[in-house]
Protein backbone atom coordinates (compact mmCIF):
# COMPACT_ATOMS: atom_id res chain seq x y z
CA UNK A 1 0.00 0.00 0.00
CA UNK A 2 1.12 3.51 -0.76
CA UNK A 3 3.13 5.20 1.92
CA UNK A 4 1.10 7.97 3.88
CA UNK A 5 3.68 9.94 5.67
CA UNK A 6 3.35 12.29 8.48
CA UNK A 7 5.62 15.21 8.12
CA UNK A 8 8.30 15.96 10.68
CA UNK A 9 7.99 19.88 12.49
CA UNK A 10 9.37 22.54 10.66
CA UNK A 11 11.82 22.41 13.49
CA UNK A 12 13.55 19.69 12.86
CA UNK A 13 14.22 20.21 9.32
CA UNK A 14 15.23 23.54 10.10
CA UNK A 15 12.41 26.07 10.04
CA UNK A 16 12.47 27.94 7.32
CA UNK A 17 16.57 27.70 6.77
CA UNK A 18 18.12 26.67 3.41
CA UNK A 19 18.89 23.46 3.12
CA UNK A 20 21.43 21.74 0.28
CA UNK A 21 19.35 18.58 -1.23
CA UNK A 22 20.63 16.18 -3.70
CA UNK A 23 18.29 13.28 -4.85
CA UNK A 24 18.65 10.86 -8.32
CA UNK A 25 15.33 12.06 -9.80
CA UNK A 26 14.64 9.36 -13.12
CA UNK A 27 17.86 7.92 -12.97
CA UNK A 28 19.80 11.28 -12.71
CA UNK A 29 21.09 13.04 -9.74
CA UNK A 30 20.17 16.58 -9.24
CA UNK A 31 20.60 18.68 -6.09
CA UNK A 32 19.26 22.05 -4.86
CA UNK A 33 18.62 25.04 -2.33
CA UNK A 34 15.28 24.51 -0.30
CA UNK A 35 13.75 25.95 2.49
CA UNK A 36 13.02 23.82 5.23
CA UNK A 37 9.10 24.01 4.65
CA UNK A 38 9.44 22.86 1.11
CA UNK A 39 7.56 20.04 0.06
CA UNK A 40 8.61 17.14 -2.72
CA UNK A 41 5.83 17.65 -4.73
CA UNK A 42 6.77 22.12 -4.85
CA UNK A 43 10.38 20.64 -5.42
CA UNK A 44 9.96 18.45 -8.33
CA UNK A 45 7.25 20.97 -9.68
CA UNK A 46 9.03 24.67 -9.32
CA UNK A 47 12.95 23.50 -8.86
CA UNK A 48 12.47 20.65 -11.46
CA UNK A 49 9.93 21.89 -13.98
CA UNK A 50 8.50 18.09 -13.70
CA UNK A 51 5.18 19.35 -14.11
CA UNK A 52 3.25 15.65 -14.29
CA UNK A 53 3.11 15.04 -10.61
CA UNK A 54 0.12 17.03 -10.17
CA UNK A 55 -1.26 19.08 -7.27
CA UNK A 56 -4.37 18.40 -6.35
CA UNK A 57 -5.31 18.98 -2.96
CA UNK A 58 -2.18 19.85 -0.76
CA UNK A 59 -4.07 17.53 1.80
CA UNK A 60 -2.82 13.63 1.08
CA UNK A 61 -6.57 13.28 0.28
CA UNK A 62 -6.83 13.16 -3.90
CA UNK A 63 -2.96 10.84 -5.01
CA UNK A 64 -2.76 13.20 -7.80
CA UNK A 65 0.94 13.56 -6.45
CA UNK A 66 2.30 10.41 -5.73
CA UNK A 67 5.88 9.64 -6.99
CA UNK A 68 8.21 6.58 -6.21
CA UNK A 69 10.88 7.22 -3.08
CA UNK A 70 13.09 4.70 -2.74
CA UNK A 71 10.61 2.35 -4.71
CA UNK A 72 7.93 3.40 -2.61
CA UNK A 73 4.94 5.21 -3.58
CA UNK A 74 4.39 8.21 -1.87
CA UNK A 75 1.87 11.18 -2.18
CA UNK A 76 5.14 14.13 -2.70
CA UNK A 77 2.21 16.58 -1.11
CA UNK A 78 3.16 14.82 2.41
CA UNK A 79 6.85 14.77 2.33
CA UNK A 80 9.14 17.50 2.57
CA UNK A 81 11.99 17.74 -0.18
CA UNK A 82 14.60 17.37 2.70
CA UNK A 83 13.32 13.84 3.28
CA UNK A 84 14.24 12.86 0.36
CA UNK A 85 17.59 13.75 0.46
CA UNK A 86 19.82 10.93 -1.06
CA UNK A 87 17.11 9.41 -2.15
CA UNK A 88 16.10 7.83 -5.23
CA UNK A 89 12.46 9.54 -6.97
CA UNK A 90 10.55 8.29 -9.87
CA UNK A 91 8.01 10.75 -11.11
CA UNK A 92 5.39 10.20 -14.36
CA UNK A 93 7.96 11.24 -16.60
CA UNK A 94 10.57 8.76 -15.92
CA UNK A 95 7.73 6.00 -16.52
CA UNK A 96 8.02 5.87 -20.50
CA UNK A 97 9.82 3.63 -22.02
CA UNK A 98 13.77 4.24 -23.33
CA UNK A 99 12.48 5.69 -26.42
CA UNK A 100 9.70 7.92 -25.60
CA UNK A 101 6.90 5.30 -26.14
CA UNK A 102 4.32 4.75 -23.55
CA UNK A 103 4.92 1.86 -21.19
CA UNK A 104 2.79 -1.43 -20.48
CA UNK A 105 0.47 0.65 -17.50
CA UNK A 106 0.36 3.82 -20.11
CA UNK A 107 -0.93 2.23 -23.04
CA UNK A 108 -3.22 0.09 -21.04
CA UNK A 109 -4.38 3.73 -19.99
CA UNK A 110 -4.91 4.79 -23.44
CA UNK A 111 -6.16 1.53 -25.01
CA UNK A 112 -8.83 1.39 -22.21
CA UNK A 113 -9.96 4.92 -21.49
CA UNK A 114 -8.80 5.17 -17.88
CA UNK A 115 -8.36 8.48 -18.19
CA UNK A 116 -10.90 11.59 -18.75
CA UNK A 117 -9.70 14.88 -17.66
CA UNK A 118 -6.25 13.34 -16.90
CA UNK A 119 -5.61 15.69 -13.84
CA UNK A 120 -5.66 12.21 -11.62
CA UNK A 121 -3.86 10.25 -14.21
CA UNK A 122 -0.08 10.74 -13.42
CA UNK A 123 -0.97 9.77 -9.45
CA UNK A 124 -2.95 6.51 -11.11
CA UNK A 125 -0.19 5.24 -13.06
CA UNK A 126 2.60 5.81 -10.13
CA UNK A 127 -0.03 3.83 -7.98
CA UNK A 128 -0.62 1.06 -10.48
CA UNK A 129 3.04 0.87 -10.99
CA UNK A 130 3.14 0.10 -7.48
CA UNK A 131 0.84 -1.47 -7.26
CA UNK A 132 1.78 -4.29 -9.57
CA UNK A 133 5.21 -4.58 -8.75
CA UNK A 134 3.80 -5.72 -4.79
CA UNK A 135 0.84 -7.81 -6.41
CA UNK A 136 1.75 -8.65 -10.20
CA UNK A 137 -2.09 -10.03 -10.99
CA UNK A 138 -4.61 -8.61 -8.42
CA UNK A 139 -8.52 -9.17 -8.51
CA UNK A 140 -10.77 -6.30 -9.38
CA UNK A 141 -11.00 -5.92 -5.71
CA UNK A 142 -7.78 -5.86 -4.86
CA UNK A 143 -7.25 -2.81 -7.70
CA UNK A 144 -10.03 -1.60 -6.21
CA UNK A 145 -8.87 -1.36 -2.22
CA UNK A 146 -5.40 -0.25 -3.14
CA UNK A 147 -6.52 2.69 -5.26
CA UNK A 148 -8.78 3.79 -2.49
CA UNK A 149 -5.98 6.83 -1.90
CA UNK A 150 -6.52 7.55 -5.68
CA UNK A 151 -10.00 10.17 -6.64
CA UNK A 152 -10.85 10.65 -9.86
CA UNK A 153 -13.09 13.32 -10.09
CA UNK A 154 -14.52 12.33 -13.88
CA UNK A 155 -14.87 8.59 -13.64
CA UNK A 156 -16.90 5.40 -11.78
CA UNK A 157 -13.06 3.87 -11.98
CA UNK A 158 -14.42 1.25 -13.99
CA UNK A 159 -12.27 2.29 -17.26
CA UNK A 160 -9.28 2.58 -14.97
CA UNK A 161 -9.64 -0.80 -13.13
CA UNK A 162 -10.26 -2.73 -17.15
CA UNK A 163 -6.46 -0.52 -17.45
CA UNK A 164 -4.68 -2.09 -14.88
CA UNK A 165 -6.25 -5.38 -15.14
CA UNK A 166 -4.93 -5.12 -18.75
CA UNK A 167 -1.49 -3.85 -17.71
CA UNK A 168 -1.49 -6.69 -15.91
CA UNK A 169 -1.93 -9.28 -18.44
CA UNK A 170 -5.53 -10.19 -17.18
CA UNK A 171 -8.52 -10.62 -19.21
CA UNK A 172 -10.76 -8.09 -19.32
CA UNK A 173 -13.74 -9.22 -21.00
CA UNK A 174 -15.63 -10.47 -17.85
CA UNK A 175 -15.29 -7.14 -15.94
CA UNK A 176 -19.02 -6.76 -16.17
CA UNK A 177 -20.26 -2.68 -16.71
CA UNK A 178 -21.06 -0.52 -13.98
Do not use: W
Not at 122 to 141: D, F, I, R, Y
Amino acid sequence: MMACLTPPTLAHLGGSHMAQVSMTVNGKAVSGDVEGRTLLSDFLRIDLNLTGTHIGCDTSQCGACVVHVNGEAVKACTMFAAEADGADVGTIEGQANEDGSLNVIQQAFQDHHGLQCGFCTPGMVMSTASLLKENPKPSVQEIRTYLDGNICRCTGYHNIVKAIMAASGQDVSAIAAE
